[in-house]
C-alpha cells in the first residue's frame, strides 16, 4: 500500500502541521548503506544502491529493518487518533466471529471460524444440523520456535468426515507442516509431512489415501527456483511419506505435454466419479492444462493421462462430476463460456457448449465452477458485483437471486450432495455464508454470525471515471450517508488490478473506525483485474501494465473532482502486487496525493527473477529473459523511478520478515531510496518481526496495522485542513 503526506504552507513560509511535528519529534530514520551496483541491458543504465539488502546474511541488515521498524513505531504511535483507533478497531473485531471456509462430508460439516475474542481461524465439526461446534484444531494454543504465532494455512476432511489433513505454519510464513487427525477422538497419526505449502490435498473415496503436492527434497529457502519442479504424490495415511507415490513433477512429459518448472501438479477427485484429473497449475498463469486418467490409474504413479485441453484452449476453470469435465474456455470467446467433454473419451472438439458467451464474464478465481450433486453452480461478473448461477443436468440455467451487490467470495459444493455454499459480502454488508438449494433461495445459514454493529449510516457508490484514453473505469466509494461533498474528508484509495482477480464487494469491520470519523474509502477497478473479464486483465498485463496506474490516477483524480476529498487530504494504498499500482502513482503524480501507503509491495520489478517466488509470476508480469517482457518490467519499477530532490509526499512502507511471497527488501529498498531522495513528507518502514505476507496473521496484528493504516491515513487528511 502506499500513502504519501504532504507539508502546508502558510503565510507564504514552509510549516509543519501538527501531524508532521509529531513525526518529526521521534528522530530521524537510520540512513541506510549504499553500494555501488549497476544493470546494463538494452540500453537501459539501472543503478541500484540497495542491492545489498537482497542477501539477508548481510550483517547490515537485521541491524537497520529493526532500526527501521522502531523509528516506525514511534512515529506512528505518536500520531493523532492512533490510539483511539486501535480501540475502537479491536472493539470491532474482537466481538465478531468470522467463518471463512467450510466442507460437508457425509452428515458433519467442518467449518474453519474465528469465535469471538480469538486471534486466528480454528478448524470445528458440527456432528448434526443444530449441534454445537466441536473444537478439532486449535493453532492459538500452539507456538512455533521462539515463540512465533501458528497459522491454519489449509485442510481437508475425507468424504466420509472420519479424518482431516490440515498444514500450520508459523510465524505467517505459510511454510506448511502436514498432519492427519481422526475426527472421532482428535489423535493424529504419527507421520508428518514438511514442505507442503500450497498442498491442495484430494482424498480417495475410500479415505485411505489423499493426492497432495510438496516441495522437492532440497529445495532452499529463499532462493529463487525454492518453488520450482514441485511434486505431486499419493499419500497412504498411517505411512512414511517416504513411501508415497510419485505422480507427476516437472520436467515429466503428460501426452505429449512436458510439465514446466513453474507448473504446480494438481490431482483433483470428487465423490462419484472414478476418474482423476491432473492440473498443471503454471504458478499464477490464468490458462492451464488438463488431463484425465482413470482413478484406478492414477493411485498407481503410472497412469496413461490422456489431454482434456491445452494451453492454447484458454481453459481457467472446470469441474468433474461423475464422467462428465465442465470447462470455461475463453478460446474464441473472451467472456467465457461453459463446456462439457466426456471424461471417458476427451475431445475438446467435440465438446458441447453448455452455456454460451454472455455480455457478462463469468468468474473464475474466487469463484470458479463447482459441481454438486443437482449440477452446476457458476457466478459471473459485472464491474465488481457479482451474480450467481446454476446448470442443471437438463441443461438448463437459472439465475439465483442475490440478497444485495455483493462479491462471490467462495462456492463449497460436493458432488454427493445438493446445493451449494456461498460466501457473500457486500461493500457495507459483513461477510456471511449463504446457502442455496434447488427450487429455494439463498439463505443465511448463520454460520457467520452478523455483528452486533450496524452499517446503516454508511453507504457505497458508484462512480465512473474516464481514463486518459477514453476508457471507462468504475471506482467504487464508501462514505458515511450524506457526507458533504466539500473535498474536506480524508480518503483513502486502493488498487490491485492484477492476475485477473476482481475488487468485488467486500466489508471490513475495521472500516468503521475510519468512516465513522468521516473518512472516505474507495477502489479502482483499473485495468489488470477481471472485472469486465479477459479483455480487461489483458488490458493491464505485462507490457499494457501502464494501463493499471494510470487508471488509478485517473480514477483518483475523478473522485478528487466529484468532491469527496482533495489531493492534501488523500492517501493512496497498494497491497503486494499492488505495489506497481501506487508506487508508479506515487512517482508520476506526487502532487495528486498526501500520503501513499505500500504494503508489502512489489517496487522493484526489474530484478524479477532473483526471489524464490519469482519465476511463477512470469506468466502474469514478465520473463526478465525476454527482452521484450524485460522490458515491460524495467517500466513498471517504480523503485528505479524515484528521482532526487522530489517533493514526494509521506509514505509508509510495511512488510513482514517472513514474506515467502514478495520479499521484505521490495519495500526495504522502496523506503531507503525515498528517504534518501524526497525533499517533502517522511517515510516510514514498518516492519513486523512475526508476520509474513499477512495470510497468516492474527487478528491483533491485522488490527494493529489497521490502526497505523488510518492514523496515516486520517493525519494526512487533517493535514490538508
Known amino acids: 500500500m502506499n500513502r504519501r503526506d504532504v507539508l502546508c504552507s502558510l503565510g507564504g513560509a514552509a510549516a509543519l502541521s501538527w501531524p508532521l511535528r509529531a513525526l518529526a519529534a521521534a528522530d530521524a530514520p537510520p540512513a541506510a548503506k549504499t553500494v555501488d551496483a549497476v544493470d546494463r541491458r538494452l540500453g537501459y543504465t539501472l543503478r541500484d544502491p540497495y542491492r545489498w539488502m537482497e542477501d539477508p546474511r548481510d550483517p547490515d541488515w537485521a541491524p537497520w529493518m529493526r532500526a527501521q521498524g522502531e523509528y516506525a513505531r514511534r512515529a506512528l504511535d505518536a500520531l493523532p487518533e492512533h490510539d483511539a483507533l486501535l480501540r475502537r478497531i479491536g472493539e470491532l473485531t474482537g466481538d465478531l466471529p468470522v467463518a471463512t471456509r467450510l466442507q460437508r462430508a457425509g452428515t458433519v460439516t467442518f467449518l474453519e471460524f474465528r469465535p469471538s475474542g480469538a486471534n486466528v481461524p480454528k478448524l470445528y465439526v458440527v456432528e448434526r444440523p443444530g449441534a454445537a461446534q466441536r473444537l478439532l484444531i486449535d493453532p492459538e494454543a500452539m507456538t512455533g520456535a521462539g515463540g512465533a504465532h501458528m497459522s491454519l494455512d489449509w485442510w481437508r476432511a475425507s468424504d466420509d468426515g472420519a479424518l482431516v489433513v490440515y498444514g500450520l505454519s508459523e510465524a505467517g510464513s505459510e511454510e506448511s507442516v502436514a ?115 482413470p482413478l484406478a490409474e492414477a493411485v498407481t504413479g503410472r497412469a496413461r493421462w490422456r489431454t482434456v485441453a491445452r494451453l492454447a484452449d484458454q481453459i481457467t476453470s472446470f469441474a468433474l462430476r461423475g464422467r462428465d469435465i465442465y470447462l470455461v474456455s475463453e478460446r474464441d470467446a473472451p467472456l467465457g463460456r461453459i463446456l462439457r467433454v466426456d471424461a471417458a473419451a476427451p475431445d475438446l472438439g467435440r465438446a458441447a457448449a453448455v452455456v454460451p458467451e454472455a455480455a457478462t464474464p463469468i468468474e473464475t478465481t474466487d469463484a470458479g465452477l463447482v459441481a454438486a450433486r ?44 445438493d446445493g451449494v455454499d456461498v460466501r457473500l459480502s457486500g461493500w457495507v454488508e459483513p461477510l456471511a455464508i449463504y446457502r442455496y438449494l434447488p427450487g429455494g433461495r439463498l439463505t443465511d445459514t448463520g454460520l457467520s454470525p452478523r455483528p452486533r454493529f450496524s452499517t446503516a449510516a454508511y453507504e457505497s457508490v458508484r462512480l465512473i471515471a474516464t481514463a486518459r484514453d477514453g476508457t471507462k473505469v468504475p471506482v467504487s466509494i464508501i462514505a458515511k450517508r450524506g457526507l458533504r461533498r466539500d473535498g474536506t474528508a480524508p480518503a483513502l484509495g486502493q488498487c490491485y488490478s492484477s492476475y485477473g482477480i476482481s475488487a468485488s464487494p467486500v466489508f471490513s469491520p475495521r472500516s468503521i473506525a475510519f468512516l465513522e470519523r468521516g473518512g472516505v474509502l474507495f477502489e479502482v477497478h483499473a485495468r489488470g483485474g477481471g472485472e469486465y473479464g479477459a479483455p480487461w486483465w489483458r488490458a493491464g498485463q505485462k507490457a499494457s501494465k501502464a494501463n493499471t496506474w494510470r487508471d488509478f490516477i485517473d480514477g483518483c483524480a475523478a473522485v478528487v473532482k466529484a468532491g469527496w476529498t482533495a489531493p492534501t487530504r488523500l492517501t493512496i494504498m497498494g497491497t503486494s502486487a499492488g505495489g506497481i499500482a501506487v508506487g508508479n502513482a506515487l512517482v508520476e503524480r506526487p502532487e495528486l496525493f498526501a500520503g501513499a501507503i505500500d504494503n508489502v509491495g512489489w517496487t522493484n520489478t526489474s530484478r524479477a527473477g532473483v526471489e524464490q517466488n519469482s519465476a511463477p509470476n512470469f506468466p502474469e508480469f514478465g520473463d526478465p529473459s525476454n527482452e521484450a517482457e524485460y522490458r515491460g518490467l524495467v517500466a513498471m519499477d517504480a523503485y528505479q523511478k524515484i528521482r532526487d530532490g522530489v517533493r514526494y509526499p509521506a509514505v509508509l512502507a510495511m512488510t513482514g520478515i517472513s514474506d515467502p511471497r514478495v520479499a521484505p527488501w521490495h519495500p526495504a529498498k522502496f523506503a531507503a531510496r525515498l528517504q534518501r531522495a524526497s525533499t517533502g513528507g517522511p517515510v516510514l518502514l514498518r516492519v513486523d518481526f512475526d508476520a509474513g505476507h499477512g495470510v497468516g496473521s492474527t487478528r491483533q496484528q491485522t488490527d494493529a496495522q489497521w490502526a497505523d493504516v488510518f492514523a496515516f491515513a486520517y493525519s494526512r487528511g487533517k493535514v490538508g485542513g
Open 179 to 293: 498432519r492427519v487427525m481422526r475426527v472421532a477422538d482428535r489423535g493424529h497419526f504419527p507421520e508428518t509431512i514438511d514442505r507442503a505449502r500450497f498442498a491442495s490435498p484430494q482424498w480417495l473415496p475410500d479415505g485411505s489415501a489423499f493426492f497432495y503436492t510438496r516441495g522437492r527434497e532440497g529445495a532452499v529457502r529463499g532462493a529463487p527456483d525454492y518453488l520450482l519442479n514441485r511434486v505431486a504424490w499419493l499419500h497412504k495415511v498411517g505411512t512414511d511419506p517416504r513411501d508415497d507415490v510419485r505422480i507427476a513433477a516437472g520436467g515429466d512429459t503428460i501426452d505429449g505435454y512436458t510439465l514446466l518448472p513453474i507448473d504446480f501438479p494438481f490431482v483433483v477427485v470428487t465423490p462419484g466419479s472414478d476418474m482423476a484429473l491432473l492440473l498443471p497449475y503454471g504458478g499464477v498463469r490464468r490458462e492451464n492444462g488438463l488431463y484425465v486418467a
Open 374 to 417: 443437482d449440477g452446476i453452480y457458476f457466478a459471473r461478473q459485472n464491474g465488481g458485483p457479482m451474480t450467481l448461477h446454476r446448470l442443471a443436468p437438463d441443461g438448463a440455467v437459472s439465475d439465483i437471486a442475490m440478497p444485495y451487490d455483493a462479491g462471490v467470495y467462495a462456492l463449497f459444493g460436493s458432488t454427493d450432495q
